[in-house]
């Protein structure tokens, strides 16, 4: 069989980014953009982590919501994805470094999320502007699982770099649920740069499942009490929060669905059902 060239999105490229210069530190990062030019503002941005696996996923729920004509389609955006260098789907202790919070009374390190934070403000986002103009009041984070956790840890501890966060099956009981903690924290005392921010907070209707040798893990991490506790603790706090389950989805097939209303979520006018 002769060699043909690998399948392609249309409108999309990739290429790879080191934090800091730092060759360990390795991210490729794809992007899609619309046919239409950008707006004055410039394009409003959705930024999904986890790229490899996820990213085509992503564009391709945002184009067929711009295809759609029962309902006002979402504007011209820039879907982004942010993966770890190479051809896996997933790189385990990458994510581990990149997506879980510094431990209370640990020293900031130059990786965890902190510095994945930093990366993101500092260098991925001045490098899309580069290519095309960004509405910076307009950018959207999607995560799942441990990136489910960044993304709530994100909001939790840079209010208003993103406007809309979506946190699909947060993986909230790592340390035993320490990032609940910080959202208490956060909903006693909401800083001011939260105000507007809107949250999607969405689970499988059976990441609790007792069956299979996995069973009672599922059970002890109690994803969907505790996914529905942080929504219902930050909407109490005053954001705009929105909690979605999936019936009949385990924690891999809940991410399908988390994508699709991701898109809508992102960059649909507010208030759209989802």
Known sequence: MMDTPPVALPRSLSWDMTA????????????????????????????VLDANPCFATAVEAYRALRWRSTAPPPPPALILGLGHGGGEGYDPPARQRDYTPPLPGQPLAGDGAEAFLDFIASEVLPALATRHPVDRTRLALFGHSLGGLFATYALLARPGLFHAIIAASPSLWWEDGLAMEAARRFAAAPPAA???????????????????????????RR????ARALAALLREAGLDTDFLEFPGEDHGSAKL??????????????????
Request: aromatic content about 6%; proline content about 13%; some cysteine.
């Open 20 to 47: 800091g210069g730092d060759p360990a530190r390795r991210y490729r990062l794809a992007l899609a953009w619309p046919e239409e030019p950008p707006p004055p503002e410039g394009y409003p941005v959705l930024l």
């Open 257 to 274: 669905h988390a994508l699709l209303r991701a898109t809508r979520f992102a960059l649909c006018p507010a208030g759209e059902t989802l």
């Open 194 to 220: 939260a105000a507007g921010t809107r949250l999607l907070v969405t689970v499988g209707g059976l990441e609790e499942s007792n069956n299979g040798p996995r069973g009672p893990l599922r059970v002890s």
């Open 223 to 226: 994803m969907i009490a505790r």
